[in-house]
Structures are given as C-alpha cells and as structure tokens.
C-alpha cells in the first residue's frame, strides 16, 4: 500500500464530497505468491484448492492454489474465442467467451479439463453468473441471455430491453442487470427463466449512470460508476424491495477518466474494487450509508476480476497472472515493530523508511483527528510522553516527528520501545 494513495484519497473525498476516507488502513495486504500466464487474466473463480481463470486468448486455465506461496498451472484449456469470465457450480466451470458464446467444462479433475458443451449467443459473452441450474450472461451486444445448464447447453430466453449489458449480479429471483452507455440498473424477475420480466429500475433521470459492474449482497446492490471525465465511484443502492430501488450512499474511488472501475466483490464488511489501470480498491460498506475509502493497491498492473476466499485476495491481471494477496489486520498494538508505522516491514523495530516518515507526517500536519484511526494510538505517541494508553490522537506531536526523523536519518541504529515501555530488541 502507499501512503500517496491516502492524500489522492483525501482530496478526491474532499472535491466530490462522497466519503471521508480513513488515514490508515485497518487492514493491509501483504504478497504471498503469484502464476504468470502466457497473456492477460481477464476474469476468474475460486473453487476449494484451485482457481480458474478465463485467460483471454489463452483460453481457461486451472490454477492449483492449496500452496498459496506457489500456485502452479494444472491444466489449459484453448478456446477459439478470448474467454472473457468464468463461474463455477459443482463440477463445471462456464466460461464466456467473447465471440465464441458459452462453453461448459467438466473440471471433476483439474489437472484434466474436459469439454462437455458449447451454446452460440447472439451477442458478445462478457461476464456471467450461475444460479439455480441456469447462467446469466451479460453480452456487450445489449442483452442478458439466460442458458440452461443441463446436459450440453441450451439458451432458453433473451432479455434486450436494455441496449448494452456490462455486468450481472442474482440474488433469489431477481437478476440485477447493469447496462453501460448510461443505461442505468435494470431489476428482472427471473422467476421464469424463460419469460424475464422487467419489474424495477435505478438510475439518474434523464441520462441514467454509466455503471459498470454490480455486487449483490443481502439487501444491497453495489454499483461501480465511471461517468467518463470525473472521478468514478461505488453507490450503494437498498434492493430489499426489488421493484423501488433507493439509493443509500456513495464514495468516491481513486480511478477517474477513461480509467475502467469494473469488476468487485464483497466480503465481510469490505468491498474489493478492480479498478483495471488503478488496480485494487477497498471500500468500508459497513455503514452504506456511508461507506469508506480505505486504500488501493496499485503494485500488480492492470487488475481485471478480484475474488476474495478466506482472507486470501485472488487478482486477476493483465502482466501478472493471478496475483494472491492475504488479508491482515492491523490492531492495537502491533509488537515488536512499534516504529514500523506502515507496517511494510520487518520484526525490527528500528525499520523505519520514507512511507513511516509520511504516516506521521499525515497524522500530524494532514488530518489529526482521523490521521490514526486504524492503528493503536500508543504507536501515534511515539515519544511516550503521554500515560499510556494514549486516548487522544492530538497527542502527535513535534516530538513524536523528531524521534522518526533521528531514527530514519541521523541514527538508524536507533529502535522504538514496544507499546507496553520494554524493549523489542536487543543489540
């Protein structure tokens, strides 16, 4: 993570007036292991010990991730079109392949994957979901086209009430189906797979947003928004009654322009965000009313799909492959390195680097009322002139600055004490 992001983070919430985002992460992201491809990761879903990729040109590749600091290839599949997504259910993976319609793979063992059937689409597959025997396909064409799994494949109903279809999310009987080019969110009761039935929409009147991707979740949709020139965006949008959707919150993402925000997956209270040419943002949507920024990741390239499976973060990549990230917690205290604000270090606690020296720098001069929100408030008083524990975050002070700027410049032997005043190393 780097600390540049948050100050870009702060001014962006400060212009649109979306959300306020946290100085410091309450969670970090830390590399454990990555599977270069021969092209671009496009799009991809976890399944127990393996992950399967649509891999564009390169076809459908399963992923062997039950070592997750080397995840090596178990098989490739070649498609004659660019696989664009994949979902899986049971033993199958569905893939969209962008010209090539839907493909069904038997993937009972990884290291072999069998073709079982194949459908034509009238439009472009892009990306899809599997629910209920049936998958939902959104074609870049204008239509959600829905396919029974059965047996080898039969598409058995087209939905092209919308004109361009970037992205679908189900939840029970309602597909939630986003459109691109300012068509807004479409509700279709999918109860009858064979007659979708249009029964809600969402959008800004009288040119409905540009979304382009959606996560459903419980009573929330989640919607990425590019409008093109401005920063982009995630609204969250109350689905509870499908037919009225009401719009609860929004916050302000770091990607902007022509940059892509596509697409995101929920997990727990955070929302992962695959901002393509950004990389990997994370949203807080605990309170969707107000949901916050925590951070973006910008270290693996062009990140397509993210998928996230017990506190592992999988990224789907254009130069990287699959990328796989864990989840860590930042909590109060951190021992042993109490001086490694950042927590980008080593178990040293006189580890200290440019990015510690912008943490206090931020927590100080930036925003001193939130600059230390995620992290123990006993590392913000560095110095320990305060009682312990620290319950004021305006105890930063110019001492606390003076002590990172001797022990990162002038004596780098130097060391901080753990939170509780004994000593974390030992010379």
Not at 79 to 102: F, H, K, M, P, R
Not at 362 to 381: K, S, T, V
């Amino acid at each position: 993570m780097r600390m540049s992001s948050v100050l870009v983070s702060i001014i962006l919430a400060v212009v649109i007036g979306l959300c306020v985002p946290a100085a410091v992460l309450g969670q970090d992201l830390v590399f454990v292991g990555s599977a270069s491809l021969l092209g671009s990761a496009e799009g991809l879903c976890i399944d127990g010990n393996h992950a399967y990729v649509a891999g564009g040109n390169d076809g459908v590749i399963s992923i062997d991730i039950s070592d997750p600091e080397n995840p090596t290839i178990s098989d490739t599949y070649a498609t004659t079109s660019s696989a664009q997504g994949v979902d899986v259910a049971g033993d199958y993976a569905y893939v969209a392949c962008y010209t090539g319609g839907l493909l069904k793979i038997d993937i009972t063992t990884p290291s072999d994957l069998q073709f079982v059937g194949s459908t034509p689409l009238s439009n472009n597959a892009n990306r899809l979901c599997v629910s209920g025997g049936y998958v939902y396909v959104a074609t870049a064409g204008g239509a959600l086209q829905i396919v029974d799994t059965t047996g080898s494949l039969s598409e058995v109903s087209t939905y092209d009430n919308i004109g361009w279809v970037v992205d679908v999310g189900i939840s029970g009987n309602y597909a939630y189906v986003v459109g691109g080019n300012g068509k807004g969110m479409h509700v279709v009761d999918i109860s009858t797979p064979s007659s979708p039935d249009s029964v809600g929409f969402y959008g800004t009147s009288p040119d409905p947003d540009w979304f382009e991707g959606i996560a459903v979740a419980g009573d929330y949709a989640y919607l990425t928004y590019n409008p093109g020139t401005a920063s982009h965006a995630v609204y969250i949008v109350d689905i509870s009654t499908p037919s009225t959707p009401i719009y609860k919150g929004a916050c302000a993402l770091v990607a902007t322009g022509s940059q892509h925000s596509g697409r995101s997956f929920l997990y727990g209270d955070s929302l992962y965000v695959a901002c393509e040419e950004v990389g990997l943002e994370i949203l807080d949507v605990s309170d969707p009313e107000n949901p916050v920024h925590v951070g973006y990741y910008d270290d693996y390239g062009t990140v397509s799909d993210v998928f996230v499976d017990d506190d592992y973060v999988y990224l789907a990549t254009s130069s990287n492959g699959l990328v796989i990230l864990r989840v860590v917690l930042i909590t109060c205290c951190i021992p042993p390195s109490v001086g490694d604000l950042d927590q980008g270090g080593g178990d040293l606690g006189f580890n200290y680097d440019g990015a510690d020296l912008s943490a206090m720098i931020n927590g100080l001069f930036i925003d001193p009322a939130h600059g230390w929100d995620g992290i123990c408030l006993d590392e913000a008083d560095v110095d320990f002139s305060s009682i312990r524990p620290v319950t004021d975050p305006m105890t930063v002070d110019g001492a606390d600055l003076s002590l990172l700027i001797d022990a990162l410049f002038i004596a780098p032997t130097h060391y901080l004490k753990n939170c509780d005043g004994t000593d974390n190393w030992i010379p």
